[in-house]
Every structure is written in C-alpha cells, then in structure tokens.
C-alpha cells in the first residue's frame, strides 16, 4: 500500500528523470519528507545525483551552478515557509540569466492554509514573473478506487510541461510545444497530507501509476539552436566592413556551438570582437585582448567609430561599452533563447534585434586594415597593462593576472561580478581554453560560493579539470554557508580565490566614491567587516591559507589545484583606494598607448 503523499512525490520525482533531470538538491524539511524519502530511494538506485544542504538559498544556487554549467534542469526542493522564500536570490538570478530549475516546493494542503497553521505561508504564484511556468499540484485525501492512478498521471502531465517551459518552449493547450521562449525556472507546489513518510509495508512497484515508473531518462534541450540558416546581409541588407562584434556573457554549456559560429561570423566579416571575460571566446582569431582599455581610448574611437555594431549575450561591465553603442552608427542585437530573460540593449540603441545569429554574407566586404588597427590598439593595451603589472606585485590586479595566466586549459572559472571580474576585464589576455562563468543574469556577489560548488561538480562530471572561483571577501561572507556540507556530499576539486581589501573596494570607482563622500563613505559603502577569512573556513573544516603578492597567488593556487578537494587562498590586498587608483591610472596608460599606436 502506497498512501497518497508518497505516492504523488514519487510521481513528481520519477518524472522529473524522465524528463532529464539528473541532479536533485534538497533542503531538510518535514513537509517535504514525501519528496525526501523518494529521492534518496532514486538517489540509492542510481537514478539521480542528491545533493543535500541545510540552507535554502545556498541549495538554491548551488543548482544554479550546476544548472549553468551542464546545460540540464535541476530540482530544487525544499520545505513549507520561509524555506520557499529563501529561493527567491537564486531564482531571480536563473531567470534573468535563462537557467532551467525546477523549484519543488512542499505545502500543506489547501484546507490548511489561510487559517494560521505553523510554517505556512501563501506560496502560490510566490515567484511571479520571475517563473516560466508554475502550478499548485495536491495529495488526494484517500484514492480513487476506480482510477488510483489519475493524481499521478496529472502530477506527470504537469511535470512534462513545466520542463518544456524551463528549456525555453511556450506550453499550449494542446499539449504540443511552440513559440519559442527564454530558458528559465519554473515552479511546482505540492501540497501534502499526513502521512508524511512512506508506509511500512510501502512497496515502489504497487504505486499507483508505477506502470510507467522507472522508464529510461529521455534527454531534454532548448527547442531552438540560435541559429539561423540566414546570411546577415539577406537580414540587414549590406553589411558594412567596419563592424563589431560586441559578446558579453554567454553560457558555456547550453549554447553548444554558439561561440563557435560568433568568431566564424567575425572572422569572415573581418571585423574585430571584444568580448567580456565570461563570453568565452578568448580565443577566437579576430578577439582583442584588452577590449574595454581600446574601448577607452577616446581618441581611438573617435576615429574608428564602427558603422556597425552586432551584440551577443549579457554585456554592460565597464562604461566604455556603453560609449562603443553611442558611436556606432548602427547596433544590432542577437536575442539566444538560453542568454537572459531580455534582449540586451541597455542603452536602447539597437536598431533590430534578429532571432539567432546569423551566417556571414556569401561575398563579404572586408576591410583588412580595419581589424588590423583594432588588432594594433590591443597590442598597445597589452604593452601598458604589462608595464603598470611589473611595478604593482602586491594589488589585486596583479593576483587576477597571475590566476588567470597559470590556469591549466582545462580549467573552469567563475569570476564575482563586482571587482574582480572588472579587473579581469582589464588584465587577461587572450588564452586557449580555460571556461569562464559569472552570476549576470542579476550581477549580484549572493551565492557565489555556492554556485562556484555546483558548476565545479557539473565541470568535473563531464570530465573536466580544476575550478576556480575568484572572489571578493565581502562575496565570501556574504554565502559562507555555502561552504557546509555533510560527510555523505559530494565535493569537486575547487579552489576559492578571496581577495581580501576588507570592503566593498568596486565603490572606490564610482561616485560614492568621491573625495566629497569621504565622511559617509566606510560605513555606507566600504563596509569593513575585519573577519580573519582563513578562520571563517577552517570553521567550515575547509583548508585555508593567506598569501600576499602575485608569486605567493600563483604557487598557492597551483598546489592548491594539484590537491584538489575543496581548498581557499585569502589574498591579502589591503589597499582598496589605492587599486582603484592603479586601475584608473592602467586605463588612462592604455588609452595613451592606443592613441599613440593609431597616430
């Protein structure tokens, strides 16, 4: 005998696998016991990867890393209460950067909400537009004795579609999908009865419904390849030969190809790209490094204004991004069903937005001395980042260098989207390899410990080598909890990179930054919180150490990597306003050189 809440968890779950999940991560709970027991029991079989933490926004985004990276769904499932509400970060984070999770939440039954029961909130519709697609699923009081298997069938049925609605795909009423959407997370809330655990005499293969159970997984992906079988100038007309491409952050699994086809695009075009650190293409053969310090140079630009620009993926770190859309005299943006939930377009000057990237023209106008001046520009930006490098040993800005220059090309980094992925942004140089990520979709530095855990055990699952993440201290703080987990879980080979300026050191750019704001602004913004980071992670019963100087980074990260497990070097860079001086004094070295190169 199978009593009804079991029952419909294990419809739920069984069909979750079905369809392609692959990785359950679980926040303890009594409501939810239902789905708990059930996928342990799966998890036991060998049908899915449990994953099981005692924080709900830390559960929440280590399947965002894991969603991220291996391109597949992955459930979420916690408990009634302000469980659900501490989903939200990790939610709004996969909605704007078109991740596929599956939020399975555990409620109590609808008679016993509304009227004061202990840990119920109203979680229907609690997500809002946040979700693809949402519905409040229920255990039957008792079974039907003349279709005990109808709550299974409809928890299958709705399950099918809340997976097509995750992978991008707008369900329609007749059960078939079209109308192709943004990836995203979707929302299941189930509503339990007592009894809560399975029955003892409970056996998997009488469940109601269990004549589909145990079905082999059928692989689940985006419907559309965001690609087009159009040459650009049968959209645009002609295409002019001074363009560029502009690629911000793209992912690295759910896009398979897509990369390839942007540096095939430019190559033919002749037109030079620049990218941003997580747009993964630092190695395509018309890619600039140092993009952004060119983008800098006024001088430069003003006499290499494109005629055209052509933007793929989430971009918009650094001002003179924004200053490329303005000169331009024309933008065009590339909407990708798993990049973001919008089209980007921040500044609002796209001209036309085309569904997919387009092939290049059969005959195009190339201008080789186009790319050739860009290419020169970003020699001379290396020249001068070089040069502010060798007298800077001990800054932040010398540490990011140094991990992303020892990095092996197999490795996987996530980069903070606050200081450190800026100073990236200034630093590398073009390299082979190495995969970058970064939470863009909503640019926040909450849960980043933990998703750097979940894409390092996607990474490393699809055969992969060492991950990194590179961080700031007020970012590891901020989801130390991250870092807790049981004996039984499972632990990738990541290493965590903490700079350590002891605040909030991006504000020292900006204009709170200001010598008139100096009274106001260490406790507004500097937020100095004097934690002695290494004793934050051995409390976790994570191996830690402090380094200080580029030499230090690199020999402690590269015996870090060769240990493996999960390890964190603290970099002591103490200086908040003097990196950010380095930094504008770096930019304004680089445009000095670049202008100097296209005179």
Not at 68 to 92: E, I, Q, W
Not at 237 to 256: K, N, T, Y
Not at 413 to 424: D, E, G, K, N, T
Request: glycine share 12%.
């Amino acid at each position: 005998m199978v009593n009804p809440s079991t029952a419909l968890a294990r419809a739920i779950l069984d069909e979750l696998v079905h369809q392609g999940v692959h990785d359950v991560v679980l926040a303890p709970g009594s409501r939810s016991a239902p789905l708990a027991f059930e996928a342990l029991r799966l998890a036991r079989l060998g049908r899915v990867r449990l994953h099981v933490r005692v924080d709900e926004r830390s559960a929440g985004f280590l399947a965002l890393g894991l969603a991220k990276m291996s391109g597949d769904p992955v459930a979420v499932v916690c408990t009634s209460g302000t469980a659900v509400a501490n989903l939200m970060p990790a939610v709004v984070e996969a909605s704007y950067a078109a991740v596929p999770l599956v939020l399975v939440t555990a409620d109590r039954p609808v008679e016993a909400r509304g009227v004061g029961a202990p840990q119920t909130i109203d979680q229907v519709g609690i997500f809002g537009a946040m979700v693809r697609f949402a519905a409040d699923l229920g255990a039957a009081r008792r079974p039907d004795p003349d279709d005990p298997g109808a709550p299974a069938r409809a928890a299958r049925a709705c399950v099918g579609l809340a997976l097509t609605a995750a992978l991008g795909a707008a369900p329609r009423g007749d059960g078939r999908s079209g109308g192709a959407r943004h990836a995203g997370p979707v929302h299941l809330n189930v509503g339990f009865r007592l009894p809560l655990v399975p029955d003892p005499d409970d056996d998997p293969a009488a469940a109601p419904g269990a004549d589909v159970a145990g079905r082999p997984p059928r692989a689940r992906r985006p419907p559309l390849d965001g690609c087009t079988s159009v040459p650009i100038d049968g959209l645009l007309g002609e295409v002019p030969a001074r363009g560029v491409l502009l690629v911000g952050d793209l992912p690295c699994a759910s896009l398979r190809g897509h990369h390839q086809w942007l540096a095939e695009l430019a190559s033919a075009c002749g037109w030079p790209i620049v990218a941003e650190p997580s747009g993964n293409l630092h190695e395509a053969p018309t890619t600039l490094a140092h993009g952004v310090l060119v983008l800098g140079a006024e001088g430069f630009l003003a006499g290499h204004a494109p005629d055209l620009v052509v933007s793929a993926g989430l971009f918009g770190l650094s001002r003179p991004t924004m200053a490329l859309l303005r000169a331009a005299g024309r933008h065009v943006a590339l909407d990708l069903p798993s990049v973001g939930r919008e089209v980007c377009d921040p500044v609002r000057t796209a001209s036309a937005v085309l569904s997919g990237i387009p092939l290049p023209p059969d005959e195009p106008a190339v201008d080789h001395a186009w790319l050739a001046a860009w290419q020169a520009a970003a020699a001379g930006a290396g020249e001068a980042v070089a040069a502010a490098l060798a007298t800077a040993d001990g800054t932040g800005a010398a540490a990011v260098a140094r991990v992303w220059s020892c990095l092996p090309d197999d490795a996987l980094l996530l980069v903070a989207a606050s200081w450190p992925v800026r100073q990236l942004e200034a630093v590398a140089g073009r390299r082979r390899g190495v995969q970058v990520i970064g939470n863009r979709g909503a640019n926040g530095i909450d849960g980043l410990v933990s998703t750097a855990w979940g894409a390092a055990l996607a990474h490393q699952a699809a055969g992969g080598g060492p991950a990194v993440a590179l961080l700031g201290d007020l970012a590891l703080l901020h989801d130390h909890n991250g870092l807790l987990a049981g004996p039984e879980e499972a632990r990738p080979d990541l290493v965590l990179v903490v700079l350590d300026n002891d605040g909030g050191g991006i504000f020292h750019q900006l204009e709170q930054g200001r010598p008139a704001h100096a009274g106001e602004f260490e406790r507004l913004f500097g937020t100095a919180q004097g934690r002695d980071l290494v004793a934050v992670a051995r409390a976790a019963g994570v191996a830690a150490e402090r380094v200080a100087g580029a030499d230090a980074v690199q020999g402690a990260l590269v015996a870090a990597m060769a240990a493996g497990g999960l390890r964190v070097v603290v970099v002591d860079v103490p200086d908040r306003a003097g990196e950010a001086a380095l930094l504008e004094d770096l930019r304004r070295a680089a445009a000095r050189a670049v202008d100097r190169r296209a005179g």
